[in-house]
């Protein structure tokens, strides 16, 4: 996409600016699309690329990427010249040598770290070695020929296939959001970024905790699993909590207001 159609789509009075800042980037789930700038971005850029600008070996997913990072460079430049400021190549140095810095200390924070550790927590339950989900889809299709009574296996997988599909999604997630927003913590965090991007972590792990809940109850052989797992992960929430007291009230553009 070149600047001139980006600046035609961003002209559009029904978008609200900065909704994807604090957003899960769950796009197939959002129901925001059509006031996101990024979504439409996406939608009209989908449209045009061939499939394989899609797949990470192929040189025209990197040339997609590259074209991606020399518009933001022509909007930054463009920006610099409106406002009358340069960046020198010692400006540029001096940040880069702090954002390592900043970076070193976030990534030893107990929040940063218990996030990191989640992921590995999640990808040690769904690895382990046991026949649980073809018992389960074994009951599942019992319950299904018999006509159980009081069960509703379609229902029942349906929950299943959400509550892992909202685990995996997050599993990632967790980790760079907290860093964002202790990182914005210390660079001060003059607009409250650090607040968003700690309240929409903890939205992801309010899901993820109702979703292992879920994962429990169908479960129950796995309690000596999922257990330990929940605890890790309500402690993480707590201590982000803690961290950042006034992000449950943070008002994310577009997603937690009215649109204007
Ligand atoms: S606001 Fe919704 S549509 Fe836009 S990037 Fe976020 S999840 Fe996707």
Redesign the pocket.
């Known amino acids: 996409m070149n600047k001139q159609r980006l600046d035609e789509m961003a002209d559009n009075p029904n978008l609200v600016p900065g ?2 800042n604090y ?5 197939e789930r ?1 129901t ?2 059509a006031r ?1 700038l ?2 439409q971005m996406e939608q009209a850029e989908a449209g045009q690329l061939p499939p394989e600008a899609h797949d990470v070996n192929n040189a025209a997913f990197w040339q997609r990427i590259g074209a991606s990072f020399a518009l933001a460079r022509e909007m930054i430049e463009e920006f610099l010249k409106r406002e009358g400021l340069t960046l020198t190549a010692e400006d540029l140095a001096a940040t880069a040598a702090q954002e390592r810095l900043d970076h070193a200390r976030v990534k030893k924070h107990p929040c940063c770290r218990a996030a990191h550790a989640y992921i590995g927590l999640v990808a040690a339950w769904f690895g382990a070695d046991d026949d649980a989900w073809l018992a389960k889809a074994h009951e599942l299709e019992q319950v299904a020929e018999l006509r159980m009574p009081g069960r509703a296996p379609r229902q029942e997988f349906a929950e299943l296939r959400d509550a892992v599909e909202v685990i995996r999604f997050y599993q990632y997630f967790l980790y760079p959001k907290i860093a964002r927003a202790l990182g914005g913590r210390l660079d001060g965090d003059e607009f409250g970024d650090a607040d968003g991007s700690a309240k929409i972590a903890l939205i992801a792990m309010d899901r993820s905790l109702g979703a292992w809940s879920r994962l429990l109850a169908q479960f129950p052989e796995r309690e000596e699993l999922t257990l330990p797992l929940l605890v890790h992960l309500e402690k993480l929430r707590r201590a982000v909590e803690h961290v950042f007291p006034k992000a449950r009230a943070f008002l994310r553009p577009g997603l937690d207001e009215p649109a204007a």
């Open positions: 909704i994807y957003c899960d980037r769950w796009c959002c925001h699309g996101c990024t979504f």
